[in-house]
């Protein structure tokens, strides 16, 4: 089935991504002054639109009703991604060199500085929920710059997976946990490499796609990865 959906503008986008539940989609602009923008996926409505801060501020909304929860300043350096938690009850931000989570409580909103025993040197590039077997709210993973895959529990980065790509990790989706009980993977990478992997909870690879392979693809670098709802494809 193919769906267009209405934009406010004609800029180019250059990510899109679920919610968990399958019911919206967003999508990000690039450009001097872009936005993100949110989607009704059964009737295609347009729900949200936020525009870019130069400030680098944090807005929290109740979408649906326009309500700004809360507005808050993040840091100097750029952010390169969000992510909701399973439970909707915290969110990751990823910049330059660190990362921070943000703790959802009503109406109210805390944010607390990444913990890692070493600093990150890198753009953290992505990131997206991940099940955690002992937490029903889960876990997070981020991408970076050279590769590498970091687990976050709470906010502490617990694993590391260096250079599961050959570069930027450029694309990453995760989704409920598939499979045999013994390879069940949960988590979806593109890179600039060319290459899609699929991962478990504990971020061991368990299948590779490489286009470079009997594909033909102009450019390798991955921009976008998804799974189709009857988890074949």
């Known amino acids: ?89 915290r969110i990751l931000q990823t910049c330059t060199d660190q990362f921070f989570v943000w703790y959802i409580e009503g109406r109210a909103v805390t944010k607390k500085r990444g913990l890692w025993n070493e600093k990150i040197l890198q753009p953290l590039l992505v990131s997206a929920p991940l099940p955690l077997d002992e937490n029903p709210g889960g876990g997070f993973v981020m991408g970076a710059m050279d590769g590498s895959l970091f687990k976050v529990e709470d906010r502490t980065i617990t694993e590391a997976r260096e250079k599961t790509h050959e570069g930027p990790v450029t694309a990453m989706y995760a989704y409920k946990p598939i499979g045999a009980e013994d390879e069940q993977h949960c988590l979806c990478t593109g890179g600039n490499d060319g290459i899609v992997k699929l991962f478990d909870r504990t971020l061991e690879p368990l299948y590779t796609l490489n286009l470079r392979q009997g594909y033909n693809v102009f450019k390798w670098t991955v921009k976008s990865v998804c799974l189709r709802s009857e988890e074949r494809r």
């Open 1 to 89: 089935q193919l769906q267009f959906l209405s934009c406010a503008n004609n800029r180019p986008l250059t990510c899109v991504a679920f919610s968990v539940d399958g019911k919206y989609v967003s999508a990000a602009e690039c450009g001097r002054q872009p936005a993100v923008l949110v989607w009704d996926v059964a009737n295609g409505k347009l729900l949200a639109v936020v525009d870019h801060s130069p400030s680098n501020n944090f807005f929290l909304y109740f979408w649906r009703d326009g309500h700004l929860i809360r507005h808050m300043a993040t840091t100097a350096t750029k952010t390169f991604s969000l992510s909701f938690s399973l439970d909707s009850k």
